[in-house]
C-alpha cells in the first residue's frame, strides 16, 4: 500500500510517501511562501494550494491509494458554511497559534478566576489568546458578523477542500477551547457562556473515518478520485503516534518552532494551578504543556546578533559548556503559554552588561528557552509523576551543544527521535491503522535511539541559574504588581 501524508506545518509544507512493500520512504519540505511581515495569520486557500503543489510533486508516477492529513492546533478560520459556489468562502482568514490578537479581551477574562477555573476544568484550555475559542470572541467584538459561520483550522480546511465534508477529529478538535474534555463532544455550555451558539463547527469523527477523495482534488493532486482521505489530525498528537509513544507515560518533547511536552495518560489530567493542558492524541489522552518561544527565539537571535550568512554550525564552536557569565533571557517574543499563559508577556534580556559578547547572548537564549521548558516540565512532573522515558526531537537536535545543555538541565535522559518530522510518519502511522494494516512497520523502527544522559557535576550549576531564571521570570510577570526590568 501506498500512502501519502501530507502536513501544513507553522511555516512549512511537508509531504510523506510510504510504500509498505518496499518499506521505501520519500519526504520533501517547502517552506510556505506567505505575503507580508505577520505570519501569524495567513490566506487558507494559499496554503492549501502551496501543499497540493508540493503533494503532486511528491506523487508524481505512483499510484497512491490512501491520503492522510496533519497540521497545527490552535488554528481558527471562519468560513461560509453555505454549499455551491460559495462553499467555504471566507469570513476571516487563518490566525494560527501565534496570532495573540485576543491578549487584552484574554487578560480582561483572567481577572474572574472563577470563569477561569471553569472554562480549564471543562475544556482543558486555558483562557489565552491562542485558543480559537477567544479569536472567535475577537471577531465578534470588532464587529465580524460570526453567525452560520462555519469554524474551521487549516488543517480541516485542506480535508474539506480534499473531500467536500466538513469534519474533523477529536484529536484536532481539543485545542479549540470549545471541546468538552471529559465527553469529547463540542460544549454547549461554554459556547453559550462565550456567545459563540450561533457558529457552525464541523463533525466530529472518530481518528480512524475516512472520505472519498473528489475529482476536483484529484486533479490538483494528479491522483485517482475517490481514494480514501484520513480525518485530520494535530502534529502534535501525530508526534505521539509517529515515535510510538502512545504508552502511559510515554514523553514525546518537540522542540521546534514553539516548544512542547506530552505526557500519554489514561485520563484527563488537570493541574490545581492551571499550569498544563488536556487534549487528545488520535489514539489517547494527553497532558501537556507548551512554550510559545523555542527555535523561533533562536533563529531571531541569530539574525539580529550575527552577519547575514551566519550558520548555526559556525556558532557551536563559540559555545561555551559549563558555568559561564551569561545574560537572562526571557523566551517569550511570541507571549507565554504554559505554565503561566500570559500571552502579553514580552521577551528580552536581563542583566546584560557591556562584557558579554554576541556569543553569549546567543548563549543565553539557547538557556532560556531550556529553562522556560524545564518550568514547563515540573508542573508536568507535580501533576502526573515522572515519565518512563523521554523521547526527544526537531530543529534542537541539529546542536549537539542545545541537546546536551537540554539533558543537563532536566537532569534526565533524553532518547533522541532520528525520525525525519515525526508528526508526519504520525500521519502515515495512523493511515495504515485506518486500512487495517500494522503501522510497526521496519521503516520508522527505532530499536537503538542514541540516548543523552546528564552531565552530573553540572546539576549544582544548572539548579542555580535556574532559580535565577525563575526569579527573572516572577520579577517579570505583565500581571503581577512587580514592575518590568
Known amino acids: ?43 487558507a486557500e494559499s496554503i492549501f494550494t502551496q501543499l497540493m503543489s508540493l503533494g503532486r510533486e511528491a506523487a508524481a508516477g505512483r499510484q497512491v491509494e490512501m491520503l492522510t492529513l496533519s497540521g497545527t492546533w490552535h488554528g481558527m478560520t471562519l468560513r461560509s458554511s453555505q454549499q455551491g459556489e460559495s462553499s467555504l468562502g471566507e469570513i476571516s482568514p487563518v490566525q494560527e497559534w501565534p496570532y495573540t490578537g485576543a491578549q487584552d479581551l484574554c487578560s480582561a477574562l483572567r481577572e474572574d478566576a472563577d470563569f477561569t477555573a471553569w472554562f480549564y476544568r471543562r475544556t482543558g484550555c486555558m483562557v489565552n489568546a491562542i485558543y480559537p475559542a477567544f479569536k472567535l470572541m475577537l471577531l465578534k467584538e470588532r464587529g465580524i458578523s460570526i453567525s452560520g459561520g462555519l469554524v474551521l483550522d487549516q488543517n480541516s480546511y485542506n480535508f474539506a477542500r480534499l473531500t ?99 505526557f500519554a495518560v489514561s485520563a484527563p489530567s488537570f493541574s ?20 510559545s518561544g523555542c527555535t523561533n527565539c533562536v533563529d531571531w537571535a541569530k539574525d539580529r546578533l550575527f552577519e547575514p550568512g551566519t550558520t548555526y554550525a559556525d556558532l557551536e564552536p563559540q559555545l561555551t559548556a559549563g558555568p559561564v557569565d551569561l545574560p537572562l533571557f526571557m523566551p517569550f517574543l511570541f507571549g507565554e503559554r504554559c505554565p503561566g499563559w500570559q500571552d502579553q508577556r ?17 548563549q543565553s537564549v539557547l538557556h532560556g528557552v531550556t529553562f522556560s521548558l524545564y ?11 515522572t515519565p518512563r522515558r523521554i523521547i526527544l526531537s526537531g530543529g534542537v537536535l541539529s546542536s549537539p551543544f542545545w541537546t546536551q545543555l537540554t539533558a543537563d538541565v532536566f537532569g534526565a ?31 520508522f523502527r527505532e530499536e ?29 510577570n505583565p500581571e503581577s504588581s512587580t514592575l518590568m526590568e
Not at 510504500?19 to 505570519?39: C, H, K, L
Not at 471541546?179 to 466530529?204: G, I, M
Not at 533522541?416 to 493511515?431: F, K, P, T, W
Open 375 to 385: 518550568h514547563c516540565y515540573r508542573e508536568l512532573t507535580a501533576l502526573n509523576g
Open 164 to 262: 467536500g465534508q466538513r469534519w474533523t477529529s477529536i484529536s484536532q478538535a481539543s485545542g479549540t477551547g470549545l471541546l468538552n474534555a471529559e465527553t469529547c463532544d463540542w460544549d454547549s455550555e461554554v459556547l453559550a457562556r462565550l456567545q459563540l451558539e450561533d457558529v457552525v463547527l464541523p463533525e466530529l469523527k472518530s481518528e480512524d473515518t475516512t472520505a472519498p477523495l473528489t475529482a476536483e482534488a484529484a486533479a490538483l493532486l494528479g491522483l485517482t478520485p475517490g481514494i480514501p482521505v484520513l480525518v485530520p489530525g494535530p502534529d502534535g498528537g501525530m508526534n505521539q503516534v509517529g515515535n510510538a509513544a502512545t504508552d502511559e507515560g510515554d514523553m514525546t518533547f518537540s522542540m521546534g518552532t514553539s516548544g512542547a511536552l506530552r
Open 413 to 443: 535522559e533524553m532518547e533522541l527521535s532520528a525520525l525525519q518530522h515525526s508528526s508526519v510518519v504520525g500521519a502515515v502511522r495512523m493511515g495504515l491503522r485506518a486500512a487495517g494494516i500494522a503501522d510497526d512497520q521496519p521503516a
Open 346 to 362: 514580552r521577551g528580552g534580556f536581563l542583566e546584560l552588561h557591556p562584557a558579554h559578547t554576541r556569543a553569549q547572548m546567543y
Open 1 to 43: 500500500m501506498i500512502i501519502l501524508a501530507l502536513e501544513a506545518s507553522t511555516t512549512s509544507a511537508k509531504s510523506m510517501l510510504f510504500d509498505t512493500a518496499t518499506q521505501e520512504v520519500e519526504v520533501a519540505t517547502r517552506r510556505f511562501d506567505i505575503p507580508g511581515e505577520d505570519s501569524s495569520v495567513r490566506e
Open 448 to 476: 537503538n535511539r542514541r540516548i543523552v544522559s546528564p552531565r552530573p557535576e553540572l546539576a549544582d550549576y544548572y539548579a542555580a541559574e535556574f532559580d535565577r531564571y525563575l526569579e527573572g521570570y516572577t520579577r517579570t
Open 272 to 291: 490545581p494551578r492551571m499550569s498544563t493542558w488536556s487534549y487528545r492524541s488520535p489514539v489517547g489522552w494527553l497532558s501537556g504543556a507548551a512554550a
